[in-house]
């Protein structure tokens, strides 16, 4: 195993303040996201910088392995951490994988996982990882949030970070059996209204003949809220509206949310009354 330079993974150097080593993540993410580039090799320089802005946004990883760092480790030499290592911090590894990059390196975990769960009978065994698939409200993706889920026979409390996408993870430290971690693969759960495609929303609004022909103003539902929303004159079935950043928020800090994509529906009432029966004939006749 070999030793990883995370400054130098960021571009940053080693007295970089963490608004710097954020901006920098910020930037590199954007250029390597897996959804947007198509640079060779996107996926795993987004790992890489992804696990190294995991390590260095928390104070006290990059504390510790500043202390690493410190004792002369450098990039590609031949690694394994000291049995003192970690004394002395307290690592979170309660929140969700940072921007999706799935299992952190052998690296990564030596440090941080050993020094988090020792192995209960001395050994150097790691305890395993556990996996399941769970499925979130579409609306707790929107804002954020916990979400009571049942995992191998047990009710979690989960936090689901705001726009994580289906085929994400999300990591529970020590929740696998014998101490691993529990890594849980998102899905969507149905939604009667709404559909998705990536961040972006889709609705498909009912709207009367007249409205359609005449343009109207409309109240369409969006995960946000109703908002009013107006039909041009001469709309017909199958019409997209777009609804700029009503989609699903970004997990990358400063990209904009999605879109929502509002398809018009034209539906004709049926008539109830002698009056409306009346009201189709004569529009039957005006459009002879």
Do not use: C
Request: hydrophobic share 35%.
């Amino acid at each position: 195993m070999q030793f990883k330079d995370y400054y130098e993974t960021l571009g940053v150097k080693p007295d970089a303040s963490a608004a710097e080593i954020k901006s920098a993540y910020r930037r590199l993410a954007r250029r390597y996201h897996p959804d947007v580039s198509k640079e060779p090799g996107a996926e795993e320089k987004f790992k890489a910088i992804s696990e190294a802005y995991e390590a260095l946004r928390d104070p006290a990883k990059r504390a510790a392995y500043d202390q690493l760092r410190a004792r002369g480790f450098r990039a590609g030499e031949e690694f394994q951490p000291p049995p003192d290592f970690g004394q002395g911090f307290g690592f979170d590894f309660g929140d969700a994988v940072h921007g999706d990059p799935g299992s952190f390196s052998d690296f990564f975990e030596s440090l941080f996982g050993h020094a988090r769960r020792p192995s209960r009978n001395g050994g150097r065994a790691r305890p395993h990882n556990e996996h399941a698939r769970i499925e979130v409200d579409l609306h707790t993706v929107y804002t954020g949030g916990t979400q009571r889920i049942s995992v191998h026979g047990r009710v979690l409390e989960v936090r689901i970070p705001k726009g994580i996408l289906p085929g994400q993870q999300i990591r529970l430290a020590g929740q696998a059996r014998g101490g691993g971690d529990l890594l849980l693969e998102v899905a969507y759960r149905p939604h009667h209204q709404f559909r998705t495609e990536g961040r972006e929303v889709r609705v498909t609004v009912p709207v009367q003949p007249w409205e359609a022909a005449l343009g109207a103003e409309v109240s369409v539902p969006t995960l946000g809220g109703p908002v009013q929303v107006k039909i041009p004159p001469g709309s017909d079935t199958g019409k997209r509206l777009r609804l700029r950043g009503r989609g699903l928020p970004s997990t990358l800090p400063g990209d904009p949310a999605g879109d929502q994509i509002v398809i018009l529906e034209v539906r004709a009432p049926a008539p109830q009354t002698e009056a409306q029966r009346k009201a189709y004939e004569e529009l039957r006749e005006a459009f002879r």
